[in-house]
């Protein structure tokens, strides 16, 4: 969702430079659309940097048997990097 949003932001930024010609007293229109800009590029490599540590993953499998009953016992251990 953050890559949408960042391409988003930098698209509405883009229009607001380069495709509007309006003159506004109290804004001005250029320097929003640039300040949009960046936040869409920022928030669009922050996603695609949390996108790549999610899908980082960590499985452990151990074998053993148990000295006692003789029996052999399996173990697993799952973990995955969520932000």
């Given amino acids: 969702m953050s890559i949408g949003l960042g391409i988003f932001l930098f698209v509405v930024g883009a229009i607001l430079v380069w495709a509007l ?23 669009f490599v922050l996603g695609l940097v949390l996108l790549t540590r999610r899908r980082s993953s960590i499985s452990t499998t151990r074998s053993a048997v148990d000295p006692v009953s003789g029996e052999r016992t399996v173990q697993q251990e799952r973990s995955i990097d969520d932000v």
Avoid: E, P, S, T
């Fill in 21 to 43: 010609n309006i003159q506004v007293d109290w804004i001005d229109l250029d320097l929003v659309g640039y300040i949009l800009m960046g936040a869409g590029a920022l928030i």
